[in-house]
């Protein structure tokens, strides 16, 4: 009788670690998760796709951008107020870790070699829209060497 004990301990024990590791994978694959809001943002922001880079792009124009004015201007339409720069955008909203990053969170890398000076948004599946100084704005893949290595940080800006 107290094997049978034993054993029924040992099942519900094993049962309770199969449920926590399922837990931990299904919140693992929600990296890529998607609201509303962030779908809206993300198709708004495919509509510029193919507009010229130019550095220092103004606030508000549509005719070109550089990283952060198509950043700020694509928040913007979609109601959140974003700084100007890459640098002060790294400071809005909330960190989030790299393996929880979310479609409509601002991805930041350093691509002078001294500090933050890209941004783009998490557009699921590990791609991110930005612009690209020599494509203008595109839809790029974030898993290559180049991103990785230069990858600095994400933040949460959209509720």
């Given at each position: 009788m107290?094997k049978l004990k034993?054993v029924?301990?040992?099942?519900?024990?094993?049962m309770c670690?199969?449920?926590?590791?399922t837990?931990f994978?299904?919140g693992?694959s929600?990296?890529?998760?998607?609201?509303?809001?962030?779908?809206a943002?993300?198709q708004?922001g495919?509509?510029?796709l193919?507009?010229p880079?130019?550095l220092g792009?103004?606030?508000?124009?549509?005719?070109a951008?550089?990283?952060?004015?198509?950043?700020q201007?694509?928040?913007?339409k979609?109601?959140?107020s974003?700084?100007?720069?890459?640098?002060?955008?790294?400071?809005?909203?909330?960190?989030?870790?790299?393996g929880y990053i979310?479609?409509g969170d601002l991805v930041?890398?350093?691509?002078?070699g001294?500090s933050i000076?890209?941004?783009g948004?998490?557009?699921?599946?590990?791609?991110m829209?930005?612009?690209?100084?020599?494509k203008?704005?595109v839809?790029?893949?974030?898993?290559?060497n180049?991103?990785n290595n230069r990858?600095?940080?994400?933040?949460?800006?959209?509720?």
């Open positions: 107290h034993f029924k301990r040992v099942l519900v024990t094993a670690a199969t449920i926590t590791i837990s994978s299904i693992a929600n990296v890529d998760a998607a609201t509303p809001k962030s779908e943002l993300i708004s495919q509509k510029y193919g507009v880079y130019r792009a103004p606030s508000g124009a549509t005719y951008f550089d990283c952060s004015s198509f950043t201007y694509l928040f913007k979609n109601g959140v974003l700084p100007r720069t890459s640098a002060a955008q790294a400071k809005a909203g909330t960190g989030v870790a790299k979310s479609m930041f890398f350093n691509t002078n001294r000076s890209h941004v948004v998490y557009a699921g599946k590990n791609k829209l930005h612009t690209s100084s020599s203008g704005v839809l790029s893949d974030m898993n290559t180049y991103w990858y600095v940080t994400a933040r949460r800006v959209l509720n």
